[in-house]
Structures are given as structure tokens and as C-alpha cells.
Nanobody, 121 residues
Framework: VQLQAFGGGLVQAEGSLRLSCAAS????????MGWFRQAPGKDREFVAA????????RKTDSLKDRVTISVDNAKNTVYLQMNSLKPEDTAVYYC???????????????WGQGTQVTVSS
């Protein structure tokens, strides 16, 4: 499974971004796609996850009102829509593939390269 994340950039506070994660390879073996983020000096933290049918999602409580995760099966792509961005959302955002829903990064088997999101105040 190969994952490529893109869509990050520089945005002003209260702005929005949509991140994309394109998956290729043996994606059928990975039932769940997740988004994580890692700010400088901090641990990688869970943001959201979705199964490939889109029927089930998980979001971390602190972001659930500002993020939406979705999937386009035809494109093998998972999206993370982020709204009302804050400077503390600044981080490298990673997509990951796993066999089940988990908030722990170690439970995901494949990772994309990350995309930088910077929110200016």
C-alpha cells in the first residue's frame, strides 16, 4: 500500500483546508484510513479515521466540530476537511492505513509522507 498526502499549505486563522490522501497498491487489505498530525516537539496524534465504504468514522473529540473525513472509492482517496483553523493546528499531517479503527499510530501499517499545514494568526 502506498499513500500520498497532499493539500497542505499556509492559511490564515479561521480559514479552511482540504487534505487529500491518495492510496494505491493492495488497499483492500487495509480497511481503515486515518489522519494524524504531529507538531514540532510533540507526539503524533490522532485526528480522524474512516473505513473505505464511508459508513463508519471516528474523530478525536477536540477536533470533531471542525473536521470532516470522507472517502471517494472511485479515486481511492480519503479527504480531511478542516475548518476554522487555529494556529495550534499547525503540524505535519499524515495519512495512514490500517486494518481497524485505532487512535494509536503504532496500530497503522502504512504511512504517507505527510503534508505541512501552517496556520498564521
Amino acid at each position: 500500500v502506498q499513500l500520498q498526502a497532499f493539500g497542505g499549505g499556509l492559511v490564515q486563522a479561521e480559514g479552511s483546508l482540504r487534505l487529500s490522501c491518495a492510496a494505491s497498491g493492495r488497499t483492500l487489505s487495509m480497511a481503515v484510513m486515518g489522519w494524524f498530525r504531529q507538531a514540532p516537539g510533540k507526539d503524533r496524534e490522532f485526528v480522524a479515521a474512516i473505513n473505505w465504504s464511508g459508513s463508519n468514522t471516528r474523530k478525536t473529540d477536540s477536533l470533531k466540530d471542525r473536521v470532516t473525513i470522507s472517502v471517494d472509492n472511485a479515486k481511492n482517496t480519503v479527504y480531511l476537511q478542516m475548518n476554522s483553523l487555529k494556529p495550534e493546528d499547525t503540524a505535519v499531517y499524515y495519512c495512514a492505513a490500517g486494518v481497524d479503527f485505532h487512535a494509536t499510530p503504532q496500530r497503522y501499517d502504512h504511512w504517507g509522507q505527510g503534508t505541512q499545514v501552517t496556520v498564521s494568526s
